[in-house]
């Protein structure tokens, strides 16, 4: 019952009922599909984007290899095309570099919001 009301609870960038972002890879800071954040979550795993080979490739060179495989944490290692719960201040670092991948606004926690402006995902916002 907690896990339910917990996610209830999380909202998206437009203030409605949080989104799956993806479950195949499994994401999210908690592997369960979603890009919910709480206190343990360090980096703020919150936007939900489809990766590119450019994003791929400036978050190597900052450090955080996201291609990988790291078994133990339960992470397959992207690639293209996948979607996946991001670090905000991390895309927001892509997007200042302009590497920033799409976002998936409903999937999106509005807890985003604290360390990226509304109109800069909107501009990336995934189109179906």
């Known amino acids: 019952m907690f896990e339910l009301n917990f996610l209830m609870k999380m909202k998206n960038v437009?203030?409605?009922?949080?989104?799956?972002?993806?479950?195949?890879?499994m994401t999210g800071f908690y592997r369960d599909g979603y890009c919910k954040t709480d206190q343990f979550d360090q980096g703020r795993h919150t936007v939900c984007a489809i990766v590119t080979e450019g994003f791929l490739s400036f978050s190597k060179s900052r450090g955080n290899d996201?291609?990988?495989?790291?078994?133990?944490?339960?992470?397959?290692?992207?690639?293209?095309?996948?979607?996946?719960?991001?670090?905000?201040l991390r895309w927001k670092e892509a997007f200042d570099a302009g590497f920033a991948p799409q976002v998936i606004l409903e999937?999106?926690?509005?807890?985003?919001l604290d360390y990226v402006e509304l109109q800069d995902l909107i501009k990336h916002a995934y189109k179906k």
Request: aromatic share 10%; glycine share 8%.
């Open 14 to 25: 437009f203030g409605e009922e949080l989104q799956s972002c993806c479950t195949d890879p």
């Open 66 to 88: 996201l291609s990988t495989p790291i078994p133990a944490y339960q992470f397959p290692g992207l690639k293209p095309g996948d979607q996946w719960c991001l670090c905000a």
């Open 107 to 112: 999937a999106t926690n509005e807890k985003t």
